[in-house]
Structures are given as C-alpha cells and as structure tokens.
T-cell receptor, first 111, second 115 residues
Framework: RKEVEQDPGPFNVPEGATVAFNCTYSNSASQSFFWYRQDCRKEPKLLMSVYSSGNEDGRFTAQLNRASQYISLLIRDSKLSDSATYLCVWHGSGNTGKLIFGQGTTLQVKP | DTGVSQDPRHKITKRGQNVTFRCDPISEHNRLYWYRQTLGQGPEFLTYFQNEAQLEKSRLLSDRFSAERPKGSFSTLEIQRTEQGDSAMYLC?????????????FGSGTQLSVL
C-alpha cells in the first residue's frame, strides 16, 4: 500500500463551486501533514499546513482526521486560477525533514 | 533571484550516456533534497543532504545515481549509463532549520529525456 493515496481525478467543476479532496495515509505515526499546489509544468509550492484542529486560509480549509487516517482540503467559491494539481504531503520518518508526496489530485475549474 | 535554481532546465540524451544536473539552494538553507517526478505522479524522494553530508538515500536511487554536495552549498546529481526509464523531472529543494512549517522551496527542475 502506498504511504499516501489520493484520487488523481481530474475534478472538473464550474466556477463558484465547492470542491473537496481527501487523502489517506498509512503510517499512523505521521505527525505533520501539508497540502502543496503544483501548476502545470511548475514546481510544487506549499499551500497550507494541516492541523488536528483544522486550518482555514480564506477559501481553503484543511482538516486532519487521525482516527480514520485521512486529511482533506475544501475549496469554496472556486476560481479559474485554482486549476492545478493538489498534492497531499506528510513528513516522512526519521529526522531528515523529507516530505512524502501523494500522487496529486487534478482540479479543473471551468467558466 | 534568491530562490532555488537548477541547471539545465532540459536535457536530452541518448541511452547509455552520463548526465549531471546542478542545484543551487537558497544560500542560508543547510538542508537539500533531490526528488524525481514522472507524469501523473507526485515527487518521489531520492536523497537528502544536511550541509555536505548525505544522510539518506532512497532505495529508488540505484548505483547508477550519485549525488554530492561537496561544500555544503550547491549539489550535483549524476546519472551514469542512462536508461529510458530515467526520463523524468528531477527536482531539487532546500529547507532551512527546523520550525519552518514544512515548507520546502523547490527549483524549477531539470527535465530529462532519454532517447
């Protein structure tokens, strides 16, 4: 089983829609989770961290469910500029600070 | 530009040739990572340096791959006897000391095509 699993999509939604992505992880010892965004042919960039208490940044909300071992990202009032691949990420084991990336979920927001 | 830079941006080579990529991290970052990404997949961890020491290597990193960071600044990734399966985007990332909230700073990558 992969360490991090995501539905690759694509998710095709109209502007203004609310869309949610889930990501499951296999290592129950995982402590830190993040969502990264990757635009087509660009490098990944940190979107937001995921806390047990939830984390909201404008139209974006990230949540962690440790009991079920999944994290989620909710995007409200989606914009054309939200079209990208969203990568679920967690801190790997050890002290290196390496990040383990999921396959990514592709979002296409249509006018 | 004070971000992570990688060179070259694109590399086309014939199977069996050796290639070398360079990464210049953000100057004050002591931690450096190499990742590989293929189409439709997330980045896969290859190796990690803290200063000049290579502290972790993925089992994905076969003996044809070698990475160095001789002075704890820039890093090189060499692939010997390239194979078509090596075709991918090779991403370098750097990170400062702890407490940065999980933020890796990625370079734009080197796209390798092995013919």
């Amino acid at each position: 089983r992969k360490e991090v699993e995501q539905d690759p999509g694509p998710f095709n939604v109209p502007e203004g829609a609310t869309v949610a992505f889930n990501c499951t992880y296999s290592n129950s010892a995982s402590q830190s989770f993040f969502w990264y965004r990757q635009d087509c042919r660009k490098e990944p960039k940190l979107l937001m961290s995921v806390y047990s208490s939830g984390n909201e940044d404008g139209r974006f909300t990230a949540q962690l469910n440790r009991a079920s071992q999944y994290i989620s990202l909710l995007i409200r009032d989606s914009k054309l500029s939200d079209s990208a691949t969203y990568l679920c990420v967690w801190h790997g084991s050890g002290n290196t600070g390496k990040l383990i990336f999921g396959q990514g979920t592709t979002l296409q927001v249509k006018p | 530009d004070t971000g992570v830079s990688q060179d070259p941006r694109h590399k086309i080579t014939k199977r069996g040739q050796n290639v070398t990529f360079r990464c210049d991290p953000i100057s004050e970052h002591n931690r450096l990572y190499w990742y590989r990404q293929t189409l439709g997949q997330g980045p896969e961890f290859l190796t990690y340096f803290q200063n000049e020491a290579q502290l972790e290597k993925s089992r994905l990193l076969s003996d044809r791959f070698s990475a160095e960071r001789p002075k704890g600044s820039f890093s090189t990734l060499e692939i010997q006897r390239t194979e078509q399966g090596d075709s991918a985007m090779y991403l370098c990332a750097s990170r400062g000391k702890t407490g940065d909230g999980g933020k890796l700073f990625f370079g734009s990558g080197t796209q390798l095509s092995v013919l």
